[in-house]
């Protein structure tokens, strides 16, 4: 790629280049097939990074011969848009697929949409224009908001669609790309009314491995090579898309993994809940023997027992865990069927082995939550105080009623409530625990994005795109009526 002249091309070009030469690589990815992809995570480059998921699709999608896949991610500054891999603009491409892991993150993508002077609606899209592609988490599940915007939404697990991609992705017009793909059962079509049949899942993640092919030095997991060690989660919380959406659960095998780790020492361990995989008892010695240093994703609290806990005082001073609430009656409701003992008993184990800080994620803003509720969340705090913490972390998230859960039919509960609730906590807390709140404007916006129907997509767009140019999320005018 011929350097930029003009200034404003050159600082940008710099930044990405920059980017590119702080990442190791793990496996050469060859870039050679006629059909340019841009994969663009709609986020910044740190939260890009700590997606295996976007590095590993970039990964397949390079191994489809007449494809040629880079990488881009998303700032506002930028204009030209130029790709992590050779710094080559985004206009080159004739295929833009989105990886949508969030629902916020749509803004981004309308954003750049309306940069790039492509229309935001699929309906009025021309031949000349880029085919827009949705991939991700959130595909799972049908969002008819993405029906409006995406020409394309592929569905499900991407390891699971190479083999038709194969036959259907080759460089030609984009007429022509989109009637092959709309014959693909785990594909959506929205211009042309094609639903999805299916969603793609893999048997099996043996075969194709997901392991990062390069590692990045920036995100939540810098400095580490990422695997994933389970796909999907054999619980059911009533809240939670991964537990309903993403099944049958499946997991690397523990040889395939010891083979993959052998040439590392900084591992990020990438599961719905490690602490579910099978062999992890087995494995543990091994790490320790390679002096493999491990960070996880997410770990679930009745399966910590002592042999885990001590091995993770060796990596980390904190754990986390997610209760979700400390009132049992409102867990049960959320489908986090733990006991108050047994969240008592991890905590207190975790405190003999010499943890003395704890973070815990927290639901609030059901309907059925009462004083009550709330006191039982202080007097919990009270009493792991006197365990002998000397910090005790809460974050509390506002409950978002998603799609394909058992709580879809659920509306979140009024923003004035939730501040009120809010309050309560904080007062209820403020001396025993540090507590931190998810901005409920963030939370509200992903709600509609996730709750919009085919009705009120294109009215609730034309809202995102506006506040897409407003810098400051908080002084939004999106309002709780729309
Ligand atoms: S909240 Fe965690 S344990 Fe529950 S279904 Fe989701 S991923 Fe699984």
């Not at 094609?194 to 048997?203: E, F, N, Q």
């Not at 993403?246 to 602490?275: C, M, W, Y």
């Not at 978002?400 to 906590?425: A, C, N, S």
Request: hydrophobic content about 40%.
């Amino acid at each position: 790629m011929r350097r930029p002249r003009d200034r404003k091309s050159y600082g940008e070009f710099y930044i990405v280049k920059e980017f590119k030469s702080t990442e190791r690589t793990v496996e050469d990815i060859n870039l050679e097939g006629d059909l340019r992809v841009a994969l663009i995570f709609p986020n910044t480059y740190e939260v890009a990074a700590s997606s295996l998921g976007f590095n590993l699709v970039w990964k397949w999608f390079n191994k489809i011969s007449q494809v040629r896949c880079e990488r881009f991610f998303f700032d506002k500054t930028f204009d030209k848009f130029y790709s992590l891999d050779t710094q080559t603009p985004l206009d080159e491409f004739p295929v833009w697929a989105f990886i949508m892991h969030f629902e916020n993150d749509l803004l981004n993508v309308l954003w750049l949409l309306k940069k790039k002077a492509v229309p935001v609606f699929n309906t009025e899209r021309r031949n000349f224009d880029p085919l827009i592609i949705f991939g991700g988490a959130l595909t799972y599940t049908d969002l008819p908001i993405f029906n409006a915007i995406a020409d394309v939404i592929l569905h499900g697990d991407f390891e699971a669609m190479m083999k038709d991609l194969q036959e259907v992705l080759a460089y030609e017009s984009r007429e022509r790309l989109v009637e092959k793909i709309s014959r693909l059962d785990f594909a959506s079509v929205p211009v042309l009314r094609k639903d999805p049949r299916t969603v793609a899942l893999s048997d099996n993640i043996n075969f194709l491995v997901p392991s990062s092919p390069l590692i990045c030095t920036k995100g939540e997991f810098a400095n580490r090579l990422l695997v994933e060690i389970e796909r999907g989660c054999p619980w059911n919380c009533n809240f939670c898309m991964m537990g309903a959406l993403k099944k049958p659960v499946r997991f690397l095998d523990p040889q395939i993994l010891k083979e993959i780790l052998k040439d590392h020492r900084f591992v990020g361990l990438i599961a719905s809940n490690v602490t579910d995989y099978p062999w992890l008892d087995e494995i543990i010695p091994w790490f320790e023997k390679q002096k493999i240093q491990l960070s996880f994703s997410s770990l679930r609290l009745d399966k910590l027992n002592e042999n885990f806990l001590r091995f993770l005082k060796k990596n980390q001073q904190s754990f986390t865990i997610a209760p979700e609430s400390l009132s049992s009656r409102i867990r049960k409701i959320l489908g986090k069927n733990f006991t108050d003992e047994q969240i008592l008993d991890v905590l207190l184990r975790a405190r003999r082995i010499g943890f003395d800080e704890v973070k815990m994620y927290m639901i609030y803003g059901l309907d059925e939550e009462n004083d009550q509720d709330l006191n039982q969340i202080a007097d919990f705090v009270n009493e792991v105080r006197r365990m002998g913490y000397k910090q005790i972390k809460l974050s509390f998230n506002p409950l978002v009623p998603k799609r394909g859960t058992k709580m879809e039919v659920r509306k979140m509960q009024d923003l004035k409530i939730l501040k009120d609730k809010m309050k309560v906590i904080k007062r209820l807390l403020s001396r025993n625990a540090k507590v931190l709140f998810e901005n409920l404007t963030a939370s509200y916006l992903q709600y509609r994005i996730n709750s919009a129907d085919e009705y009120n997509s294109c009215e609730l767009i034309q809202r995102l795109e506006d506040l897409s140019m407003n810098n400051n999320l908080m002084r939004s005018s999106l309002d709780y009526s729309l």
